[in-house]
């Protein structure tokens, strides 16, 4: 049975029900992530919590429709049963110099697993390889993945984690963009003998087909996103039908967007990597009093809600304000159409 068929029945929010709830926050970063250093996103409250509509400016609004899906989800459906309560997390580094790793570590406390950004705009493989090596300094004994981000073609990856496995990757994310790049990537380290596993990213929440890259055999395991994939149980059912592991991942989200990455890492049946739910330590003010941050390594499954003084505190400019909410009634026609029996 597809996972969307386990939904509770709910009726579907009207725009006004939702913009009844809005809340447009911009919040700062700590290092820049992504080339940005504020980070906008529209909270909503619903029946049943809080939810999170945050896709990235750029995206169309089709795509951002998949956004919302996981938004009403969130606040208007809930979440499926967790397996499990405690779910363990990666520390992220982004594309800093390399003498600045350590300053970023140390805002995720003890972790075993570090995700580092590399293939950056404007900066080289010997920018990267220091970064790496840096973490690997810093933490002798964690589980280092890298993400490229698709900024590679398939000559630069391969030399690239031909270069990196040196010291030792858990796995390299989304090196190159497609997923005819991602085969063939796979296919010459594998003929090469060089142990680097590659994560599908990008070519599971921008495709239409999100199942079209485990038929292509061009990952060993999928990064999956609650928001981008259209929620929790979507999340599931693709996981469940591409039959690989999974590496539960956030979109820079608040807390309440990583509550809906944890719900997600809670209830798939296997969890064997840890997550990249960590980032609202990259964020130097998050929307609750109680951040859903790690604590020895891990997140504990617990529910969040935003706070009036920071909401008030971190709304964004009227400007902003209004362009999200045009935004969102743009999408809330585009997928209540969807919808419609």
């Known amino acids: 049975m597809p996972a969307d068929a386990a939904l509770p029945p709910a009726a579907f929010p009207s725009l006004d029900e939702l913009l009844a709830t ?10 820049k992530f992504r080339g940005i250093m504020e980070r906008e996103t529209l909270l909503l409250r619903g029946p049943l919590g809080w939810g999170e509509f945050c896709p990235f400016p750029e995206y169309a609004d089709a795509e951002a429709s998949r956004w919302l899906a996981a938004t009403i989800e969130a606040g208007w459906h809930g979440f499926p049963s967790p397996v499990r309560s405690v779910i363990p997390v990666n520390a992220t580094v982004p594309a800093v110099s ?39 300094s810093a933490l002798p004994d964690a589980a280092i993945r890298v993400d490229a981000n698709g900024g590679w073609d398939v000559p630069t990856a391969v030399a690239a984690l031909t270069r990196l496995v040196a010291v030792g990757l858990e796995y390299a994310e989304q090196p190159v963009p497609s997923i005819e790049g991602l085969a063939e990537v796979r296919r010459q380290l594998r003929a090469a003998g060089t142990p680097v596993l590659i994560a599908a990213d990008e070519s599971v929440r921008k495709e239409s087909d999100p199942l079209k890259v485990a038929r292509a055999g061009a990952a060993d395991l999928l990064v999956v996103k609650v928001a981008p994939l259209g929620g929790v149980r979507r999340a599931l059912d693709i996981v469940a039908q591409a039959g690989l592991p999974a590496v539960v991942s956030s979109a820079l989200d608040t807390s309440v967007g990583i509550r809906a990455g944890l719900a997600l890492a809670a209830a798939l049946p296997e969890l064997p990597y840890a997550c990249g739910l960590g980032t609202v330590s990259l964020f ?58």
């Open 22 to 31: 809005a809340h447009v926050v911009s919040l700062p970063m700590r290092v």
């Open 98 to 136: 390399a003498d600045r790793v350590p300053e970023v570590l140390a805002r995720f406390g003890r972790v075993d697993a570090v995700k580092v950004k590399v293939a950056e705009h404007g900066q080289t493989l010997d920018d990267d390889a220091a970064r790496v090596a840096a973490v690997r």
């Open 284 to 341: 130097a003010s998050d929307i609750t009093l109680d951040p859903l941050v790690a604590d020895d390594g891990a997140i504990r499954l617990r529910d969040v809600a935003a706070d009036a003084g920071l909401l008030e505190q971190y709304a964004a400019s009227a400007e902003r304000r209004d362009w999200w909410l045009a935004r969102l009634a743009r999408v809330h026609a585009l997928l209540a159409a969807s919808t419609a029996p």
